[in-house]
């Protein structure tokens, strides 16, 4: 089950590097790995999907006396039992891998008490939220071991599948990779109406995707130097490996998080389609019957599954299609395995149809006041990486926006964008798909291809604090992918981030 890496891949997995670091044609690199590279599979999978899928148990709360919902988390090492024949070293919140999940209404004010039990630095970032930036815990706002750092805000979006995870200058791939990461869910009037199995852990499951690969039973993210970061050799669910989950309903809704550092995946089954309701900033327009959904990392999916009495179905990965990147066995493309078996009950529960029609958004293209353009490659974007002494983009406040992104390289990456939910304007001049036009806060970008997206800066200017925007392959953020925005409110002008000093664009690590 650990996988144990072959020599031959590695081998492979430098030469595809060296090719691609030489500046090699894209073509020459491809045809001439493609031969060896066509049975390179770093997956492995279990014997048998017969573990019971661990579902995140839901954060406990209390209401204070100006009717605040208050949380705890600790984020703290422990150990955990992934494998038959090992212990675990991991990290948690509240507990020895992942954390809780936080649930709150759209209205509601909410505060987190975070305490960093951890040995070193860290932080807590709300993806996928609206808030302001200095409690949007990202890398200014770090909490130290021992320290505890209590943000506070009032939910104000649509109901949705958002997560949490650490944001620390320079190590959040490692942080995340030990286990650092829950779901914040946000309900409302709007996905109380669209008639979905709501029932969490029965007929409403988180299902958090990561891949991990073991060394002596301990996790290892050395992975030889992938261009995208590691891609692991097992796979688990809400930290299951192998998992199953009985189900008891004729529907059941599954709330998909890409939660890996680097991977994309392509979910699915052989013999069904499903019909995705919502997408990461909440309900689609309308639900959209699906084979594939692609999710690169940190993108969500809520999805519903149809089941016949006493019959199974598979989540599967397919080979997720990346675009055209150079070599594709070697940032995942080739891969293909079981993700977590429905094993359905001899007699299930009536389920509810979904609504037709869920909800109207949408942003006005025609009050775009500004348009950014933003080149990812290799780790810089514009050119420039990651530097938190410097503020790279202005915003108005009360303002809407195009952010037209580009990835120049042959390889992955993907675009988040803190603070908004946007909507994929275009794709290269047409329409997206209907998987890509929802509410999005994180979106794939296919090599040389231009993304638009539309966003609104509603509120919460503050021209001393700024909200992130990078790629979400972990490794590459970490490595400098990444840049600032601020705010603005009329007359007011940028200044530097309180307490950053300038430089050290990669944090701890050196390149
Ligand atoms: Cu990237």
């Given at each position: ?50 573990r ?49 999940t ?102 409403d ?58 991977r ?18 909440g309900?689609l327009r309308?639900p ?13 999916a ?53 609504a ?13 006041a ?43 990456h993907?675009?988040?964008?803190h ?8 794709i ?26 539309l ?5 919460y ?44 664009g990669s ?5």
């Open positions: 089950m650990t996988g144990a890496r072959t020599p031959d891949r590695a081998s492979l997995r430098r030469r595809t590097l060296l090719l691609l670091a030489a500046g090699a044609p894209a073509v020459v690199a491809a045809g001439s790995l493609a031969a060896c590279g066509a049975s390179v599979s770093p997956v492995t999978e279990p014997d048998a999907f017969d019971p899928l661990l579902i995140p148990p839901l954060a406990e709360s209390s209401v204070a006396a100006d009717g605040t919902r208050v949380f705890t988390l600790e984020a703290r090492a422990g150990t955990s039992r992934f494998l038959d024949d090992a212990t675990t070293s991991t990290w948690g919140f509240n507990g020895d891998f992942l954390g809780p936080l649930r709150a209404e759209r209205g509601e004010r909410v505060a987190v008490e975070v305490t960093n039990s951890l040995p070193e630095t860290t932080s807590v970032h709300w993806h996928g939220m609206h808030l302001p930036a200095a409690m949007d815990g990202g890398p200014h706002q770090s909490v130290e071991p021992g320290q505890t750092w209590r943000p506070e805000w009032t939910i104000d979006q649509a109901g949705a599948t958002l997560w949490y995870h650490p944001h620390p200058h320079g190590t959040t791939e490692q942080h995340v990779y030990q286990g650092l990461a829950g779901l914040f869910l946000i309900d409302d009037g709007e996905t109380e109406a669209a008639a979905l199995p709501d029932e969490y852990g029965v007929d499951i988180p299902v958090i995707v990561q891949d991990k690969s073991f060394d002596d039973g301990e996790l290892t993210i050395d992975d030889g130097g992938n261009e995208v970061g590691l891609l692991g050799s097992t796979i688990m669910v809400n930290g299951t490996i192998g998992a199953v989950l009985d189900v008891t309903t004729e529907i059941v809704r599954l709330r998909i998080l890409n939660g890996s550092t680097a994309t995946y392509s979910f699915g089954f052989a013999d069904r389609s499903f019909t995705l309701v919502a997408s990461d900033g309900l309308s959209v019957e699906l084979d594939r959904i692609r999710l690169s990392p940190a993108e969500r809520e999805i519903l599954v149809r089941m016949e009495p006493g019959t199974e179905a598979m989540l599967h990965s397919f080979k997720p299609e990346l675009g055209r990147v150079a070599v594709p066995f070697a940032v995942g493309g080739n891969d293909e395995f079981d993700v977590l078996r429905l094993r359905a009950a001899d007699s299930l529960a009536p389920s509810s149809e979904p037709g029609a869920f909800s109207e958004f949408g942003l006005d293209a025609a009050a775009v500004t348009t950014r353009t933003f080149q990812l490659q290799g780790r810089e974007i514009n050119g420039q990486r990651m530097d938190m002494g410097r503020i790279d983009e202005s915003v108005q406040v009360d303002t809407t926006e195009i952010w037209e992104v580009r990835n120049q390289d042959l390889s992955p993907n675009f988040h964008v603070d908004v939910q946007f909507e994929v304007l275009d290269d001049g047409d329409a997206p798909p209907p998987e890509l036009a929802g509410r999005k806060d994180t979106v794939y970008t296919e090599p040389q291809r231009t993304y638009r997206l966003m609104r800066f509603e509120d200017s503050d021209p001393a604090m700024p909200y992130m925007y990078h790629c979400h392959l972990l490794r590459h953020e970490d490595e400098g992918l990444m840049g600032q925005f601020v705010v603005l409110a009329p007359g007011e002008v940028a200044q530097p981030p309180a307490g950053a000093s300038s430089g050290g944090g701890g690590h050196e390149h």
